[in-house]
C-alpha cells in the first residue's frame, strides 16, 4: 500500500478526510480530498502488483458478474453494426471528430466498445489493457493490435495516434499526469484525446455527502472502491491544460441505463434502486482534448 503525505497532483499537504468503506470489496477503504486543488484520492492507495492482482478476470466479478455484462456488450456491438456514421456521432458526442480510417488507441479497453464504434468507421485499431481475459475477448471480435500492460511498457511510436480513447480508465491508475503525458507524445498535432471518468463535483456526490452529515455519518464510498483518484469537473480540465492540451468540450452525463436492464439485474433490490437514483444523475464526464 502506500501512503500519500502529500495530493499527488499538486503536492500539497492539505488534505482532510472525504469518505471510508470497510464492509464492499475492493483495494481501498477510504479517501481523502486535497484543500488546494480538490482531488479525491483513496489514501492509503493500492500499489502496482495489488492493482494488477484486482483487475485479473475484471468482467467476472461483483457488478458485472451481476448485471452479465458481456451479453450487454455483445447487444451492443450487434446494435453498433447498423449504424451509419451520421448515426453513429449522433449516439456518441464525443466521437464527432473521430474520423475514417484514423489510428485509434482504446487505453484500458475493457471489452471493446469504444473498438466497435472506431471499427465502425474502418479505423486501425490498437488496443491497452491489464486483464488478459478482455485482450481475448476483444481480439476475438476485431482486428485490433493490443498490448497487455501500461501505455509507456508499449512504446508506441511519437505522433502515431489520430484519436486516443480512454474511458474510465484514469480515475484506476496510479499517476494520471504520467498518463497525459504519454498520450501528448504519441498523439499527432491536431490529434484528439477523449477521457471518460467519474465528475465528483456532481450533485449526486454532494447530495450523497450532505444526506450523511446531517445523519451525524461520515460519508461512506458510493464510486468503485478500485478507484485511486476521482476528479471534479475543474481539476481534471486543469491538469488537461497544465499538460498542453486544448479543451474542445468537457460535458457529464448520466448512467444512460434503461429501466428494462437494471429490473433484469441480478442483484439485490436495494441495489437495483440505488443504480435507478444514479441513473437520474450526471455522474460522469467526458473532456474533449485537443494537441496543437
Not at 500500500?1 to 488534505?15: E, V, Y
Not at 469504444?114 to 491489464?130: D, H, I, P, R
Not at 486516443?164 to 484506476?172: A, D, G, R, T, W
Not at 469537473?233 to 486543469?238: E, I, Q, R, S, Y
Request: proline residues 3%; hydrophobic residues 35%.
Amino acid at each position: 500500500m502506500i501512503l500519500h503525505r502529500n495530493c499527488p497532483l499538486c503536492n500539497s499537504t492539505s488534505l482532510k478526510g472525504f469518505a471510508i468503506d470497510t464492509k464492499r470489496k475492493g483495494p481501498h477503504i477510504s479517501r481523502v480530498e486535497c484543500d488546494s486543488c480538490k482531488l479525491v484520492f483513496a489514501n492509503p492507495m493500492a500499489d502496482q502488483k495489488e492493482l494488477l492482482d484486482y483487475y485479473q478476470n475484471y468482467y467476472e466479478k461483483d457488478l458485472y458478474e451481476a448485471i452479465n455484462y458481456k451479453e450487454i456488450i455483445l447487444k451492443l456491438f450487434e446494435h453498433i453494426r447498423t449504424l451509419s456514421e451520421t448515426d453513429l456521432k449522433k449516439e456518441v458526442k464525443y466521437f464527432r471528430n473521430l474520423r475514417e480510417e484514423s489510428t485509434f488507441l482504446d487505453i484500458g479497453c475493457g471489452l471493446g466498445l469504444g473498438l466497435s464504434y472506431a471499427n465502425q468507421l474502418n479505423c486501425k485499431l490498437y488496443a491497452t489493457e491489464f486483464d488478459s481475459g478482455a485482450l481475448e475477448f476483444v481480439k476475438n471480435h476485431f482486428q485490433v493490435e493490443t498490448f497487455q500492460g501500461d501505455i509507456w511498457e508499449a512504446n508506441y511510436a511519437s505522433e502515431f495516434f489520430d484519436f486516443i480513447h480512454i474511458s474510465h480508465v484514469i480515475e484506476h491508475v496510479l499517476d494520471p499526469g504520467a498518463y497525459l503525458k504519454e498520450m501528448m507524445r504519441i498523439l499527432k498535432p491536431g490529434g484528439i484525446m477523449a477521457i471518460g471518468t467519474p465528475d465528483i463535483s456532481s450533485r449526486m456526490y454532494t447530495f450523497h455527502r450532505w444526506v450523511n452529515f446531517l445523519q451525524f455519518k461520515v460519508p461512506d464510498v458510493i464510486d468503485g472502491l478500485e478507484h485511486t483518484f476521482i476528479f471534479p469537473k475543474n481539476t481534471l480540465a486543469n491538469l488537461c491544460s497544465q499538460e498542453g492540451f486544448l479543451i474542445e468540450d468537457h460535458y457529464t452525463h448520466n448512467f444512460g441505463e434503461k429501466i428494462g436492464n437494471l429490473i433484469s439485474y441480478k442483484m439485490p433490490l436495494k441495489k437495483k434502486l440505488n443504480r435507478v437514483i444514479q441513473n437520474l444523475f450526471r455522474v460522469n464526464q467526458w473532456i474533449i482534448c485537443k494537441k496543437s
